[in-house]
């Protein structure tokens, strides 16, 4: 099924798309629920239940604060991070449902983690409950947040379909026939993506766009190069992006020959923004915000280095990189899954790798098999990577695998373009590969905290 390029790049705050961007949706969509049922003024008390990967490290994701944006009617893009509209809360214990209506909430009560369960659906459940003064339910909802800041509801969960597939003229479940269709119509990856997009919005809506995504992205890295400091959450994880981002432009000041230079730039590229992230600045799910780091690098080193040698001008590579990524990213979110909670890390930083390193295949003029190979390589080193966050948080070892996986994704993207793109491991063959290792995972490894460095590595 065809996801479209602006579901699986959008605009968030971190740290967590699932954590965080899905629970702020899921929600805004239940008061808004509230408000087409007409019961939205008898209101005067919510109750939100949080389920198993949510409740186990929800605190350390932000998602207790997103739930609050989102029942305070707050759309991501409109959060300003600087505004303690939690710490309002907690202190008067009063939320403001949709901004108009306050009624009474304690965070301590009104908040329940159970951290035992999970709903047989998905590992990141949630339910809101709302009642008037006599204690009645006036609506019960349970939604998922299933990777990458979607949602769905739980009558919407049947056989993983979160939506009715969009009427494109270049639908495709499998890489198989997404390169079959290429071939009948002679295009290329990108330019049947962006066929599909400008069948759902206009033209010039999508330029805009993936130019508005693009700009995110290099803002992201921008601040966080620059951006000093601890991170916040406890661990006292210093910024490091700013420190490397210094060494690096005196060697160029000095002269310093490095032959392996690019790859500290890749480095400190995929570590800014992945500590914007933890900070909980403004980020692209891309396509999740645990590995928001890896694409901006790779597009940037694509800018940076690698330009030059590429057929087609900076701004056209920047256009193929990005649709070709959105193309194999649908392919994970058709037939496996982008949530750490689901399948591991492999989920997120292993689909990020896949997705750069088949873009800058893109991007250099590779074919489309040369793409889908490069695509398969970066997944297949990625295959059975863990989900455990130190202390809950999105910060160790999330933002190093920014960095690894960027410069993996360029690796991935090389090797594939010396060779021919024909290939014994197809990627429809790894996704499948991915995601039955993700289920057969331990719930441990899977975005809990309970196993691996979370409980290995002291901390105070």
Request: charged share 25%; with cysteine; hydrophobic share 40%.
């Amino acid at each position: 099924m065809y996801y479209s390029f602006f579901e699986i790049f959008s605009i968030g705050v971190g740290p967590s798309s699932s954590h965080t961007v899905g629970p702020m949706r899921a929600a805004k969509r239940y008061i808004d629920n509230l408000h087409a049922k007409g019961c939205f003024s008898e209101v005067e008390r919510v109750k939100i239940t949080l389920y198993g990967s949510l409740a186990l490290t929800g605190v350390g994701h932000g998602t207790v604060k997103a739930v609050i944006y989102g029942l305070m009617g707050l759309e991501a893009e409109a959060i300003d991070p600087e505004k303690p509209y939690v710490v309002a809360v907690q202190r008067d214990g009063l939320l403001h449902l949709s901004q108009e209506k306050p009624i009474k909430f304690d965070l301590d009560k009104d908040v329940v983690f159970e951290k035992e369960i999970f709903l047989p659906e998905h590992s990141n459940g949630m339910k809101f409950e709302a009642f008037d003064g006599k204690g009645k339910c006036l609506l019960e909802e349970v939604y998922f947040s299933v990777g990458g800041g979607t949602i769905a509801r739980q009558d919407e969960m049947n056989n993983r379909i979160e939506r009715e597939p969009y009427k494109v003229p270049y639908d495709f479940s499998t890489c198989n026939e997404l390169i079959a269709l290429c071939e009948k119509h002679d295009k290329s990856i990108a330019n049947l993506v962006f066929q599909n997009e400008c069948t759902l919005r206009k033209q010039e809506d999508v330029i805009a766009g993936v130019l508005k995504i693009h700009g995110i992205m290099q803002n992201a890295i921008d601040r966080g190069m620059k951006s000093k400091g601890n991170l916040p959450g406890g661990l006292n994880i210093k910024r490091r992006a700013p420190e490397i981002y210094e060494r690096l432009e005196e060697k160029f000041r000095n002269n310093d020959y490095d032959p392996l230079l690019m790859i500290d730039w890749i480095n400190l590229w995929g570590f800014a923004v992945a500590e914007e992230n933890a900070a909980g600045g403004q980020i692209v799910t891309a396509p999740t915000m645990g590995s928001a780091g890896i694409i901006p690098a790779v597009l940037r080193y694509y800018e940076r280095f690698a330009s030059q040698k590429s057929p087609y001008t900076v701004e056209e590579g920047i256009w193929k990189f990005l649709l070709t990524a959105s193309a194999i990213c649908s392919l994970y979110r058709t037939n496996a899954s982008i949530s750490g909670a689901e399948v591991g890390c492999q989920g997120e930083v292993g689909v990020a790798c896949s997705m750069a390193a088949g873009g800058l295949a893109a991007a250099m003029g590779g074919t489309n098999k040369q793409v889908e190979n490069a695509a398969e390589i970066a997944m297949e080193h990625n295959l059975g990577l863990t989900c455990d966050p130190i202390g809950g948080l999105v910060q160790v070892p999330c933002i190093e695998r920014n960095a690894m996986g960027a410069v993996k994704a360029v690796n991935a993207a090389r090797i594939a373009l010396k060779g021919d793109g024909d290939h014994i491991v197809s990627l429809d063959s790894v996704i499948k590969t991915m995601f039955d290792t993700g289920i057969d995972m331990n719930n441990k490894y899977k975005e809990t905290s309970l196993a691996g460095l979370a409980v290995n590595v002291s901390y105070c």
